[in-house]
C-alpha cells in the first residue's frame, strides 16, 4: 500500500543512525517518511496528518551560502559546525551555560540533571564576543540544563544584552518563582523576555513530564516576571494523551494576562532522556493546529496559519493576532513581504521561482524583528492591551505608540523539532536554530540533541 510518492530525501535509522536514503509517501491525508537499514530493517513514520494539507504548506526557498567553520567530510549530519553542505544562518543561536539542571524531568532532550558542570563567566563572555561578528544580529537564547542555577546569570546577561538586539532566557522558572528578584535584576541587565516552561494548567501534566507537581510554582514565577516588566512566552512540550487536549485552555490563560506575549508549542521529540516512547505520542504540526481550533472553539483556524520564512517549511508554524483588551483574538494576516520565522509567518509564495539566496538571508534578519516586535517588553509600566481601532492619538509619543502596540500583539507558534525517528536532512540543512558548542562550532538544534534508540549522541556530551 505504497499511495503516492511525493518526494525522495535521506533520513537516518533510529537504531543505529546511519545515513538512508528516504522517501515521501502520501496515503490518504497522512503523509509518511519511510527508509529501510539493512541491518535493522524498515522504518515508518507519520510526518504529517490532515489540513492544512501537505501540498498547500510548500514554500519554495533556495539554500544560501553559509558561513561555515567545518569542511564536509563524513556527510550531514556528522560535519556540523556549521559546514559548507548547510543552508541557512542562524536567527538563533542558544548559549547552554551550565548542563546542571533543578529538576530531573522523565521527558528532556538535553538529558539535564543536578551535579552538571557550568561554564565560568570569563568564558562565557569570550563565546559571545566571539559569535556576535560570526552570526550578526540574531535573538541570543540563554539556556542550559537550567541557567538560572548558575551563579554568574545576571552578568552573562548584562553581556549578552550589549551585543545581540534580544537576549532569551529558556527556564523552568523554579528559581524565578522562589527569588523574584532575580527577575528585576535580570531585566535590569537587559534581558528582552523569558520562554518559561509550561506544560498545562493541571498538576498531573507536571507529574507525567517533569516529575512533581509545579503549576502553582509555574504561576509565581509568571507573577515574578509580572511585577519585574518582563515578558513572558509560555512553552509547553505537547504529548498526545498527556496535554494536547488541554492546548485552548492554556491559550485561554494565556491571552488574559498582558505580560504574556504568546504560547510557543514545542510537540514531543523523542531524543535524550525520554519515558514515553513510541509513536502515539506523536503530534504533526495539523494536529496542534486543529488541536487549537477545537480547544477556543474556532478562536484560532487552521488557516490563519503559516509556515516560516527562514527555517524548512515544515519546522514550525506561526499565528499572530491583535489582542483586545477582552481577551479576544483578532487575526493579522501578514502581507506578501512579510516574512520571518518569528511570530508572524510568510504565506506560501505562488510564484514558480524560488527567493533568491541574497532574499532568504533577508528573510532570517526580517524574523529576528518580527520576533524582537511580538515578544520584548519595553515599556515601564505594563497595562492592559488597548481596544481597538489602535489610531494613534496625538499626545502619545512614537514611542509609547509602539510600546502599546506591543502590548495588544499576541502570538501563538510551534517549532516541530525532529529526533532520529522522523529526521529528514532536507529540514536539518535548513535550520537556523544552532547550539554554540565551544570552542566555536554551531549545531543546529536537532543535530546537536539527536540520540539513537539507546540515547547515545553525535554530539552533546563529547
Same mark, same amino acid.
Given at each position: 500500500?505504497?499511495?503516492?510518492?511525493?518526494?525522495?530525501?535521506?533520513? $537516518?535509522?533510529?537504531?543505529?543512525?546511519?545515513?538512508?536514503?528516504?522517501?515521501?509517501?502520501?496515503?490518504?491525508? %497522512?503523509?509518511?517518511?519511510?527508509?529501510?537499514?539493512? %541491518?535493522?530493517? #524498515?522504518?515508518?513514520?507519520?510526518?504529517?496528518?490532515?489540513? *492544512?494539507?501537505?501540498?498547500?504548506?510548500?514554500?519554495?526557498?533556495?539554500?544560501?551560502?553559509?558561513?561555515?567553520?567545518?569542511?564536509?567530510?563524513?556527510?550531514? #549530519?556528522? !560535519?556540523?559546525?556549521?559546514?559548507? !553542505?548547510?543552508?541557512?544562518?542562524?536567527?538563533?543561536?542558544?548559549?547552554?551555560?551550565?548542563?546542571?539542571?533543578? $529538576?530531573?524531568?522523565?521527558?528532556?532532550?538535553?538529558?539535564?540533571?543536578?551535579?552538571?558542570?557550568?561554564?565560568?563567566?570569563?568564558?562565557?563572555?569570550?563565546? $559571545?564576543?566571539?559569535?556576535? *561578528?560570526?552570526?550578526?544580529?540574531?535573538?541570543?537564547?540563554?539556556?542550559?540544563?537550567?541557567?538560572?542555577?548558575?551563579?554568574?546569570?545576571?552578568?552573562?546577561?548584562?553581556?549578552?544584552?550589549?551585543?545581540?538586539?534580544?537576549?532569551?532566557?529558556?527556564?523552568?522558572?523554579?528559581?524565578?518563582?522562589?527569588?523574584? /528578584?532575580?527577575?528585576?535584576?535580570?531585566?535590569?541587565?537587559?534581558?528582552?523576555?523569558?520562554? $518559561? =516552561?509550561?506544560?498545562?494548567?493541571?498538576?498531573?501534566?507536571?507529574?507525567?513530564?517533569?516529575?512533581? *507537581?509545579?503549576?502553582?510554582?509555574?504561576?509565581?514565577?509568571?507573577?515574578?516576571?509580572? %511585577?519585574?516588566?518582563?515578558?513572558?512566552?509560555?512553552?509547553?512540550?505537547?504529548?498526545?494523551?498527556?496535554?494536547?487536549?488541554?492546548?485552548?485552555?492554556?491559550?485561554?490563560?494565556?491571552?488574559?494576562?498582558?505580560?504574556?506575549?504568546?504560547?510557543?508549542?514545542?510537540?514531543?521529540?523523542?531524543?535524550?532522556?525520554?519515558?514515553?516512547?513510541? /509513536?502515539?505520542?506523536?503530534?504533526?504540526?495539523?494536529?496542534?493546529?486543529?488541536?487549537?481550533?477545537?480547544?477556543?472553539?474556532?478562536?484560532? =483556524?487552521? %488557516?490563519?496559519?503559516?509556515?516560516?520564512?527562514?527555517?524548512?517549511?515544515?519546522?514550525?508554524?506561526?499565528?499572530?493576532?491583535?489582542?483586545?483588551?477582552?481577551?479576544?483574538?483578532?487575526?493579522?494576516?501578514?502581507?506578501?513581504?512579510?516574512?520571518?520565522?518569528?511570530?508572524?509567518?510568510? #504565506?506560501?509564495?505562488?510564484?514558480?521561482?524560488?527567493? /533568491?539566496?541574497?532574499?532568504?538571508?533577508?528573510?532570517?534578519?526580517?524574523?529576528? !524583528?518580527?520576533?524582537?516586535?511580538?515578544?520584548?517588553?519595553?515599556?515601564?509600566?505594563?497595562?492592559?492591551?488597548?481596544?481597538?481601532?489602535?489610531?494613534?492619538?496625538?499626545?502619545?509619543?512614537? !514611542?509609547?505608540?509602539?510600546?502599546?502596540?506591543?502590548?495588544?500583539?499576541?502570538?501563538?507558534?510551534?517549532?516541530?523539532?525532529?529526533?532520529?525517528?522522523?529526521?529528514?536532512?532536507?529540514?536539518?540543512?535548513?535550520?537556523?536554530?544552532?547550539?554554540?558548542?565551544?570552542?566555536?562550532?554551531?549545531?543546529?538544534?536537532?543535530?546537536?540533541?539527536?540520540?539513537? /534508540? =539507546?540515547?547515545?549522541?553525535?554530539?552533546?556530551?563529547?
Amino acid at each position: 500500500m505504497k499511495g503516492q510518492l511525493l518526494e525522495t530525501t535521506q533520513s $537516518l535509522c533510529p537504531e543505529c543512525l546511519k545515513v538512508l536514503p528516504a522517501e515521501l509517501w502520501a496515503r490518504g491525508s %497522512e503523509v509518511f517518511l519511510e527508509r529501510v537499514c539493512q %541491518e535493522h530493517g #524498515p522504518f515508518s513514520v507519520v510526518v504529517w496528518r490532515g489540513e *492544512p494539507s501537505f501540498a498547500s504548506w510548500k514554500r519554495p526557498k533556495k539554500p544560501i551560502k553559509v558561513k561555515a567553520q567545518t569542511p564536509i567530510k563524513d556527510g550531514c #549530519p556528522r !560535519d556540523c559546525g556549521l559546514c559548507p !553542505d548547510h543552508g541557512q544562518n542562524p536567527c538563533t543561536v542558544l548559549l547552554e551555560i551550565t548542563e546542571n539542571c533543578d $529538576l530531573n524531568c522523565p521527558v528532556c532532550f538535553a538529558s539535564s540533571g543536578s551535579g552538571g558542570p557550568r561554564t565560568d563567566l570569563a568564558a562565557l563572555k569570550g563565546y $559571545l564576543a566571539w559569535l556576535r *561578528p560570526l552570526v550578526g544580529p540574531v535573538v541570543l537564547q540563554i539556556s542550559g540544563g537550567e541557567p538560572t542555577t548558575h551563579p554568574d546569570l545576571p552578568e552573562v546577561v548584562a553581556a549578552a544584552a550589549k551585543l545581540f538586539p534580544a537576549t532569551q532566557l529558556n527556564t523552568n522558572g523554579l528559581n524565578l518563582a522562589k527569588n523574584p /528578584s532575580l527577575a528585576k535584576t535580570l531585566a535590569q541587565n537587559g534581558l528582552s523576555w523569558v520562554f $518559561l =516552561q509550561f506544560d498545562g494548567l493541571d498538576d498531573e501534566v507536571y507529574r507525567t513530564l517533569r516529575g512533581q *507537581p509545579l503549576l502553582d510554582i509555574k504561576k509565581a514565577a509568571i507573577k515574578a516576571c509580572q %511585577e519585574a516588566n518582563l515578558a513572558v512566552v509560555l512553552t509547553p512540550t505537547v504529548a498526545k494523551g498527556v496535554n494536547d487536549q488541554s492546548l485552548g485552555q492554556l491559550v485561554d490563560f494565556a491571552r488574559n494576562i498582558p505580560i504574556v506575549r504568546g504560547v510557543h508549542i514545542q510537540p514531543m521529540t523523542q531524543a535524550g532522556r525520554h519515558h514515553l516512547r513510541g /509513536s502515539s505520542y506523536r503530534l504533526t504540526i495539523p494536529e496542534i493546529l486543529r488541536l487549537l481550533s477545537q480547544g477556543t472553539n474556532g478562536l484560532i =483556524q487552521p %488557516e490563519q496559519a503559516f509556515p516560516p520564512g527562514c527555517e524548512h517549511e515544515r519546522c514550525s508554524f506561526h499565528l499572530r493576532f491583535r489582542r483586545l483588551a477582552d481577551g479576544r483574538l483578532i487575526p493579522q494576516v501578514p502581507k506578501a513581504d512579510d516574512c520571518g520565522c518569528g511570530p508572524l509567518g510568510c #504565506p506560501p509564495k505562488t510564484t514558480a521561482e524560488p527567493s /533568491s539566496p541574497e532574499e532568504t538571508d533577508d528573510n532570517r534578519l526580517k524574523a529576528v !524583528d518580527i520576533i524582537i516586535q511580538s515578544w520584548k517588553a519595553d515599556d515601564p509600566q505594563p497595562s492592559p492591551p488597548l481596544k481597538i481601532p489602535m489610531a494613534k492619538p496625538k499626545s502619545l509619543t512614537l !514611542d509609547d505608540f509602539l510600546a502599546q502596540a506591543r502590548r495588544e500583539t499576541f502570538s501563538v507558534t510551534g517549532m516541530a523539532f525532529q529526533d532520529a525517528g522522523n529526521m529528514d536532512l532536507a529540514r536539518l540543512k535548513g535550520c537556523c536554530v544552532h547550539i554554540f558548542r565551544p570552542p566555536g562550532l554551531l549545531i543546529p538544534f536537532c543535530a546537536m540533541n539527536l540520540t539513537d /534508540s =539507546q540515547g547515545r549522541s553525535l554530539y552533546r556530551r563529547k
